[in-house]
């Protein structure tokens, strides 16, 4: 069965860290396109990052220099990792696999709370 | 980047269409045809019901089809049933190599 299973979100304090795990099965994660997706409460998704099966990545402006996206082939696991995290990260968090023939999510996790708060 | 605009909610009667739009610039919805539509149940993963403006994935109803004109994207929900009930967000690839999502529309059937 092709499933993706978020871990590791939590309650973090503001300006700490916090590392997000996607383990996949059914396929095989470096030969795939895979990015997070987040949701705050209340509101729309928004991309988050991309890592491509070459190793390239991008991410969201409000993200890059503060989020690291990777992942070990090995495990067949992505990874999220989260530093200097705001009140506004506060989300769910969402692996993805993106289509290879298009910008489209074929494949979604069911997500892991983040909730940034003092 | 700015977040597609969707209106935040559209209703409909059992067997009446509605149509949801999803407005972006040049720089993504208008520029590229990589418009998805997802279906999204609280609680649940989202599921993509359109890409590449007008193509559903195997399995996915043909009361659901999806248009582009210009900057605004739209999908169509054909024969509102109670399950169409949901959240519904477009998404489009842009400019800068990144995807955008939309603002999100809620769907109510009554």
């Known amino acids: 069965e092709v499933e993706l299973v978020e871990s590791g979100g939590g309650l973090v304090q503001p300006g700490g860290s916090l590392r997000l795990s996607c383990a996949a099965s059914?396929?095989?994660?470096?030969?795939?396109?895979m990015s997070w997706v987040r949701q705050a409460p209340g509101k729309g998704l928004e991309w988050v990052s991309v890592?491509?099966?070459?190793?390239?990545?991008y991410y969201a402006d409000s993200m890059k220099g503060r989020f690291i996206i990777s992942r070990d082939n090995s495990k067949n696991t992505l990874y999220l990792q989260m530093n200097s995290l705001r009140d506004d990260d506060t989300a769910v968090y969402s692996c993805?696999?993106?289509?290879?023939?298009?910008?489209?999510?074929?494949?979604w996790g069911q997500g892991t709370l983040v909730t940034v708060s003092s | 980047q700015s977040a597609l605009t969707q209106p935040a909610s559209v209703s409909g009667s059992p067997g009446q269409s509605i149509t949801i739009s999803c407005t972006g610039t040049?720089?993504?919805?208008?520029?590229?045809?990589?418009v998805s539509w997802y279906q999204h149940h609280p609680g649940k993963a989202p599921k993509l019901m359109i890409y590449?403006?007008?193509t559903r994935p195997s399995g996915v109803s043909n009361r659901f089809s999806g248009s582009k004109s210009g900057n605004t994207a739209s999908l169509t929900i054909s024969g509102l049933q109670a399950e169409d009930e949901a959240d519904y967000h477009c998404?489009?690839?842009?400019?800068?190599?990144?995807?955008?999502f939309g603002t999100g529309t809620k769907v109510t059937v009554l």
């Open positions: 993805a696999r993106r289509m290879i023939t298009s910008h489209a999510f074929d494949m």
């Open positions: 059914g396929f095989t994660v470096s030969s795939s396109y």
């Open positions: 890592i491509y099966s070459g190793g390239s990545t």
């Open positions: 040049s720089s993504d919805v208008g520029g590229y045809n990589y």
């Open positions: 590449d403006v007008k």
């Open positions: 998404s489009s690839y842009t400019s800068s190599n990144t995807l955008v």
